[in-house]
């Protein structure tokens, strides 16, 4: 008998599991009590206890209002206290000055979990804010969990649940949506009607006194019947729990967020909008690259990828066959794909010739395949077939310019029925109005999305393919790491305390294992000859002096000096130089001269939201000129060090470049997350930078130059 | 009596206008001569016939074709030949071998006009394209302009005229729409009819045997009833005359493109599909940027900028303020807008304190206007107004999340009203379902573009704020010119042609008034001495090889040079490194040491599509790798020369970086100009470099220290 496997589950699954199992009365109650339902449909208490009915809420529904007896036909209770069976869900829509003293009775009678609708709190200044600590005070007491206030509730359409005010139903489907505005969920609700888009889940978030966002998000995603989470995002209060949580959330489901707050200005609009902290947009976008989540840049690229990630299996490389039957919406398709960084699948000959017999002979067998105007379901029907047989081909884009010769409806259903033949995604561009409602129809019963323009098909492919990427690079990075020779230390050492009280900068790095090239301080000129000697010539003079950090502003630098000789002339030129610029010089620091190397940055700094940062690119005097850097969220495993090495000019010279040999590369990536390893125990670092890091030849290794640093 | 005022019409406006007047009866016809016309619904030639008349021309339709009596209810006519009254233009729909026959009878009565529709010509091969320089011929002979073959024809609204054979009937309007591709205007009227956008003329050019993109785009943004012309372009024949037409057109309208076949794939299958030529995309986007052409990415963005365009006036500035009833939008907007490059309006006290007392507390009076939920038309009337009065304020965005409480139609009504009192443009971004269509008709009454999000509300104020940037740096152009010392030659220097012959780049250089260091060639050590005293200290010497061109890469070049002793010893050193190195040693160039420069690099190139272009950036030895470079189309004109160097890194630090002195940027300029007169004026020379221009600070100067070139 084989033993059972067992599986390593980390703790925080776990933890977060039951987090997750513990919101689910907000969205799967059996018996929901409506705190300020009404009949005077001018009130948003008329309009939520209509949409809980009218959207079949299979559970008790109790109404609370001091002033009725009945509401929509349900028997009117004057407080929860007098509900028969208790609720296991209470919402609560009445003025805020009210709202205390019900949640007081909620946790009397043993409600648990309680959406507060209502507004005039935290988000309209000082005195709501008061209001807000003491409701949050009375829920920690009496244990309830409390979503919201000041939001518009949640929705689950397979429950079916809506607690929202808002009119209008939305179609069953597998989005789960979570939004820190409300207007924002309102509104695509509305928009997504039209356009087939169905949710399992949404949620808003409100002023999150209690319910974080985090956990929000969790519950959504973690539904079975969400196979995708969107998020609109502005700012969260814990960045590091995000990073988490968002990773754990990514492998198993696409995770796609649309972040608020991006520019100087949008952030202004955050902080007087929410009073969330929004951090700098290059930490957001590191961090939703560390924790696979992909970034869209608005509400109709969100859906449109959502819908596809849904619907549609990953392509397993980035090959795209087009399929057309107009020639201009094919060049636009290649035009795309190409700015998507996907290629042109090349097509087999076999495939070239296969179709060649069943195309009209003005049509083109090479990719795109354009079989003309003219041509029908039964040409679709086979050219499709033979693109998706292809091995060359990882997906397939259709495109179908408006025709009057055949229904669109036939070609529709004929790539539905022919896509479901293989794992590929497909992707349909089918214009035309005529019986365009029937072939929407056709297509999202076979799960397949169809856009307006070709571009939109190449820009979901793209975000396809990001995100297997991101999943192969989640399976490397165990394999890589096991490949690098050193294991970096994740452990403090044990002086790192010390060293950082002291602004040793140079032994702190080289604590951690970063190596520094050669040298020795010397404070006489003899010393500095016998130095020299040690470390072997070529060798380097800088100051030292606490007065001037910018030696070289001070014509404090002497390089490459060739002997003993050298060495005390530089001496004597330093110390002329020092006096001149009235610096108190120390000694001078000898270094072993390098030479031929590429120079590079390695910067860490700490971030109010996510906390330490890895910086690197082109090193030298015109860093901010040129920009040419990468973030990343710190600590760095080798795959995220290779992909922040690769984002930038720096990362492809270090390969070689013309007749420049390739560097060290792999010493680089080892510097790299040492580094991160220091960001990461040592919030108390505020900025620390090598410039330059100088990287010699492959295996020749790379020496910290120079290093400076600030703490807190 | 005041004399008449006369205006400068340039000669090619005058030609132009003729050209343009005399394709007039390509869309405003009286007699149309139907060769093909059919009573089978399988057959183009009954769908244009119905077109024809379903659109409701109102002159007289001749029906040509051997075996009917009767179609659509209009006597019918064996040939051309026995219709009684001679047509003004034929329209041909039969099988490509009999249309020469009757094209000669076209001639042969006497019609000057003719859009061939049939396909089967050059578009297939070698033997289409025998038989379409037949016709070719054939219309020479007779004098008879021909639309087409291979095309569907054109759509004039206002005629009304329609002679393609797509169903579907595209609204009224004042956009222009000129194609390269039949598919794209079938998928663009279809697409087109639910959103409200109405075009003037809409035309498609076919193979373009005889009349030729540029006369087809001059016939349709000619045409008074067009404010905005919109094109698909995959290539055209002659860059120049695009250049001319192009700028002549969008300083009177505005002029949108769409090109397809912008990546390398993307270009193979133009010249699969089209047989035209797609010059290099830097090139297109030069052309575009010299000629005022507002450049877009998908047919989307064109017709939602070109709706907005036509409709609403241009800002006067960069400055937009937002106004909207839920905060989460007023972010995105602000995101996109600062995406964008816009700004957002300050605002003025006044209007802050204005609004303060008009709108709900919880909302902010700081741009974004944010008025909250429950606030109807009232607020939107006093809160726009309140706005387009603000002298801070260029432009508005109206966002409405969609809400139960008021009307939407009566807010795009309120908007509609109010913002004809000003002459600021108002985009909206209504979103809701419930009256959505009349909330449309409402808008669009008033000419006010609404769009479903509002990242796209900023898009297209990006758009107006880039044609006002454009039209005024057209009226700049003029002024700036004067205000440049030295008018660069136009003329050819009487030597070129020899300089050229000789590769004598830097004489050429010279010639045309670029300036280079004081340097003089020595072939002896004494003459070295000499020359350097006579430049004066300090020089550098550099390898005179006919062998070497890289003289750094032999150790031919030392710098510095401070004295006769260090020119000798450089000489000898150089002449041991030549033997070395094999060289044959002509000589050394002596040149004075310039110190303290930016180094950047301006080349010219030739582009088959467009002729000579001029690059800049920044120069040294990685340009490719750093690719700081912009693109113009030569020659320049200051104002061009000056956004040229803008668009670069390089350009940036010329003004003066960190604790870098500003360079001579207008001797940059001056030295761009210049190059760009000779890219224009010897298209023999392939390219021809200068790397480095050596800038020093300003009023210095800027020196060429190494020309290098290759002719044809």
């Known amino acids: 008998m084989k033993k059972p496997r067992r599986t390593n589950v980390p703790a925080h699954y776990i933890i977060d599991y039951i987090i997750s199992a513990m919101l689910e009365p907000f969205f799967s109650p059996d018996r929901i009590a409506i705190i300020g339902a009404s009949t005077d449909p001018n009130k948003m208490g008329s309009n939520v206890i209509r949409n809980i009915i009218g959207f079949g809420f299979k559970g008790d529904i109790y109404p609370v209002n001091r002033h009725a007896l009945e509401i929509e036909g349900l028997r009117c209770f004057p407080s929860v206290k007098e509900i028969p069976g208790k609720a296991d869900l209470a919402i609560i829509i009445i003025p805020a000055p009210g709202v205390a003293g019900v949640l007081r009775e909620c946790g009397e009678v043993g409600i648990r979990h309680v959406i507060i609708q209502s507004g005039g709190f935290s988000e309209t200044g000082p005195e709501g804010a008061e209001r807000e600590k003491e409701l949050q005070e009375m829920a920690r007491e009496y244990r309830i969990r409390v979503l919201g206030p000041n939001c518009i509730g949640v929705i689950d359409t397979h429950t079916p649940l809506n607690t929202t005010f808002v009119l209008g139903t939305p179609q069953k489907g597998d989005i789960g949506f979570v939004s820190q505005s409300g207007a924002v969920v309102v509104s695509v609700m509305d928009w997504a009607q039209s356009k087939g888009i169905g949710f399992s889940r949404i949620a808003t978030m409100g002023n999150q006194m209690d319910v974080s966002a985090m956990e929000t998000i969790h519950a959504v995603a973690g539904n079975p019947n969400t196979r995708v989470i969107t998020t609109y995002i502005e700012g969260i209060a814990d960045g590091r729990k995000f990073l988490q949580v968002a990773r754990d959330i990514a492998l198993k489901k696409p995770f796609l967020a649309l972040k608020g707050g991006q520019s100087e200005k949008g952030a202004d609009a955050v902080s007087s909008h929410t009073g969330a902290l929004s951090g700098s947009m290059e930490a957001w976008e590191a961090a939703f690259r560390k924790s696979g989540v992909l970034q869209v840049n608005n509400m109709q690229e969100m859906f449109d990828q959502a819908r596809a990630l849904a619907w549609q299996p990953l392509p397993a490389g980035r090959r795209v066959a087009i399929l057309t039957n107009a020639g201009g919406f094919g060049i636009l398709a290649v035009d795309a794909l190409q700015k998507y960084g996907l290629e042109m699948a090349p097509l087999t000959d076999k495939t070239r010739s296969w179709l060649r017999e069943r195309i009209p002979s003005a049509g083109s067998v090479n990719n795109p395949v354009d079989i003309v105007a003219g041509t029908g379901p039964a040409t679709y029907a086979l050219a499709l077939d033979a693109l998706l047989a292809d091995e060359t081909v990882d997906a397939v884009i259709v495109i179908q310019a408006p025709q009057d010769w055949f229904r669109q409806s036939s070609v529709a259903e004929v790539i539905g029925e022919g896509a ?13 109005k005529t019986d365009a409602e029937e072939t929407l129809a056709l297509l999202h019963k076979r799960r397949i999305p169809n856009v307006a323009f070709p571009e939109r098909a190449a820009s979901i492919l793209a975000v396809m393919d990001k995100r297997r990427q991101w999943l192969d690079a989640m399976k490397q990075s165990g394999e890589l790491a096991a490949e690098l020779a050193a294991e970096p230390a994740s452990e403090v050492p044990a002086d790192a305390a010390r060293l950082i009280k002291k602004k ?31 470390i072997g010539y070529p060798v380097a003079l800088k100051l030292v002096s606490a007065k001037f950090t910018h030696k070289s502003d001070v014509g404090g630098i002497r390089l490459d000096l060739h002997s003993d000789d050298d060495v005390r002339r530089a001496w004597h030129e330093i110390s002329a130089a020092a006096d001149k610029a009235g610096a108190d010089m120390q000694g001078v620091l000898v270094q072993k001269m390098l030479k031929g190397g590429q120079e590079v940055i390695i910067g860490i700094k700490q971030d109010a939201q996510f906390g330490g940062l890895v910086v690197f690119g082109t090193g030298g005097t015109e860093v901010e000129l040129y920009k040419d850097v990468c973030t990343a969220i710190a600590p760095l495993d080798p795959v995220e060090a290779a992909r922040l090495i690769d984002g930038t000019v720096a990362g492809r010279k270090l390969q070689g470049w013309r007749n420049m040999p390739p560097r060290d590369r792999k010493a680089v990536t080892d510097i790299l997350i040492r580094m991160s390893q220091i960001a990461a125990n040592h919030p108390e670092i505020a900025e620390m930078e090598m410039n330059p890091l100088y990287v010699l030849e492959d295996g020749n290794g790379a020496f910290a130059l120079d290093i400076r640093g600030s703490s807190s």
Not at 424 to 430: A, F, G, N, R
Request: glycine content about 6%; aromatic content about 6%.
């Open 420 to 432: 479901t033949l293989y794992r590929k995604p497909v992707i349909t561009c089918l214009m035309g």
């Open 504 to 534: 040793d900068w140079e032994a702190l790095a080289a604590a951690y294992g970063v190596p520094l090239p050669p040298q020795k301080t010397a404070d006489t000129e003899e010393k500095a000859v016998r130095a020299a000697g040690k």
